[in-house]
């Protein structure tokens, strides 16, 4: 088991940036595919980007187009998602996510861990 711990949140105007990080504890962080999510409100969770174990490979929404950035760093057992040119359509409740299941995986049902969310609110 795993426990997954985001941070980085915030309110940032309109074509600002945000790093967003994401801590696991527990279980060896090696073994996780990891993924960040959004959610807004009265709207399904959708899927923003995965990394591999490594971290060699990274899959991306559509929707990215080159603004959004997932890394990470085993030997901090984290998870980064650098998100550039904001826009209030990125205002979202932001989750990490990790499977044990082939990568890469973008629906919600093939992750077995969940933190508990970010708020990220871009004004206009």
């Known amino acids: 088991q795993v426990q997954l711990v985001e941070s980085g949140g915030g309110l940032v105007q309109d074509g600002g940036s945000l790093r967003l990080s994401c801590t696991a504890s527990?279980?060896?962080?090696?073994?996780?595919?990891m993924a960040w999510f959004r959610q807004d409100s009265g709207k399904e969770r959708e899927f923003v980007a995965a990394?591999?174990?490594?971290?060699?490979?990274?899959y991306d929404a559509k929707f990215v187009q080159g603004r959004f950035t997932i890394s990470r760093d085993n030997a901090k057992n984290t998870v980064y998602l650098q998100i550039d040119s904001l826009k209030p359509a990125d205002t979202a409740v932001y989750y990490c996510?990790?499977?044990?299941?082939?990568?890469?995986?973008?629906?919600?049902?093939?992750?077995?861990?969940w933190g508990q969310g970010t708020q990220v609110t871009v004004s206009s």
């Open positions: 996510a990790a499977s044990t299941r082939p990568y890469p995986q973008t629906l919600t049902r093939f992750y077995d861990y």
């Open positions: 527990g279980r060896t962080f090696t073994v996780y595919g």
């Open positions: 990394i591999n174990r490594s971290g060699g490979s990274t």
